[in-house]
């Protein structure tokens, strides 16, 4: 479905990636310092760092690689305007910190690819929370073009956080349910309280 004030949506996005941008060439000035101020395992003393970590990256590929998802599933995630995009951005980038901090590997996480993951299984799962046919038909286009990118929710591949890919997907998943629980709540009729008397 298309964001019902699109312009809006698209500032929304492109803004998030620019500022991915920003933060990284911050990062490159100083020396790649911010580097090590992503998501610690485990590790109490670093618990804040779940605030920021989906802004830093390890370097301009990275980044790169995941600014296009970022923008095209970003905008797509927006079709219920801005409030629920940032509401479901939330969902999915504290579910994927906590995963993360919960169950991560001893290793210093970092990047967006969380809310990639999220993004991505947010679209899929949405139409059939919503049981909306458009929503499902976006969603089979969805995963005709980056279905293949589910693989990195699997452990394996060296330098990866998979765990931020599996709990960024799980965000998804819970920000989709939410979103369609609200929508049938606002559809559904008010019914008189028994002994109340209707306008």
């Known amino acids: ?9 698209l500032v929304v996005v492109a803004g998030f990636v620019a500022l991915l941008y920003a933060v990284e060439a911050l990062d490159v000035l100083t020396g790649h310092s911010l580097d090590d101020d992503g998501v610690v395992p485990r590790d109490f003393s670093q618990w804040d760092n779940l605030a920021w970590y989906p802004l830093l990256h390890g370097d301009w590929g990275r ?5 296009g998802p970022l923008l095209v599933l970003g905008f797509l995630a927006s079709s219920g305007g801005a409030k629920q995009f940032f509401q479901v951005t939330a969902v999915i980038w504290l579910t994927s910190g906590l995963g993360i901090w919960l169950v991560g590997s001893p290793a210093v996480h970092i990047g967006a690819s969380g809310l990639v993951f999220g993004f991505l299984s ?14 499902i038909a976006i969603a089979v286009v969805v995963l005709g073009v980056y279905g293949y990118a589910l693989w990195g929710v699997l452990p394996g591949q060296p330098g990866i956080s998979w765990e931020g890919h599996l709990f960024g997907a799980i965000g998804g998943v819970l920000a989709a349910w939410g979103v369609a629980r609200d929508a049938r709540k606002e559809q559904r009729p008010m019914v008189p309280a028994p002994g109340s008397l209707a306008a």
């Not at 479905?1 to 949506?9: G, K, W």
């Not at 947010?122 to 929370?129: H, M, N, T």
């Open 1 to 9: 479905m298309v964001p019902p004030r699109p312009l809006l949506s």
């Open 63 to 67: 980044l790169t690689g995941n600014a």
């Open 122 to 135: 947010f679209l899929l799962v949405r139409g059939i929370f919503a049981r909306g046919v458009l929503q």
